[in-house]
């Protein structure tokens, strides 16, 4: 059975970092461009950032650009999004996704295209 399992989300402060994990079983990821996505209460899910097959690419929403850095690790089936500096605008369920695009594209940050997805990691930031 695919499954993707997040991790690391918690409650922090203003100026604080965290780094989530998603890691995979029944599958290999490294197949895969990973997303990241994130939901705050009322609002529709959003890409964050994504990471291509063999590192070919990696895309960050224009709000946390600087601020975001998505990495994996083939050798432990797991794809890595750390935030730092965040605020309370970062407040939301972080989801991450995979993805088979078209050979030769790079990863695609819109949801439509994600056919397996985690059960989200809660980021809350507040003082």
């Known amino acids: 059975q695919l499954q993707l399992v997040e991790s690391g989300g918690g409650l922090v402060q203003p100026g604080g970092s965290l780094r989530l994990s998603c890691a995979a079983s029944g599958f290999t990821l490294d197949g895969y461009a990973i997303g990241w996505f994130r939901q705050a209460p009322g609002k529709e899910r959003e890409g964050v950032s994504c990471?291509?097959?063999?590192?070919?690419?990696?895309y960050y929403a224009g709000s946390v650009k600087g601020r975001v850095t998505i990495s994996r690790d083939n050798a432990k089936n797991t794809v890595f999004l750390e935030l730092n500096n965040l605020q309370p605008e970062d407040t939301a369920v972080y989801f991450c996704?995979?993805?088979?695009?078209?050979?030769?594209?790079?990863?695609?940050?819109?949801?439509?295209?994600?056919?397996?997805w985690g059960q989200g990691t809660q980021v809350t930031v507040s003082s």
């Open positions: 990471i291509s097959k063999n590192n070919g690419g990696k």
């Open positions: 996704a995979a993805d088979i695009p078209p050979i030769g594209t790079m990863c695609r940050p819109t949801t439509v295209y994600y056919d397996y």
